[in-house]
């Protein structure tokens, strides 16, 4: 079985330098990376935040293009 890292939102929010305020909105309003509920307790699986932050990569340069 495949070992998994987490991070809690205060350590993802550090990583990303936003508020936890910003995070728990995402959550809220179904944005955002994946996250998971351990108990009553939210972790981010560091790989699904990867994959989320590569699919929300932008290129300036391929602005306009279709």
Known sequence: M???EFLTPVELAQLIKLPTQTLANWRSQGSGPPYT???NSVRYVVSDVKAWSTAE???PSKRGAA
Do not use: I, M, T
């Open 57 to 59: 990569r932008r290129d």
């Open 37 to 39: 509920k351990v108990g």
């Open 2 to 4: 495949e070992e998994l």
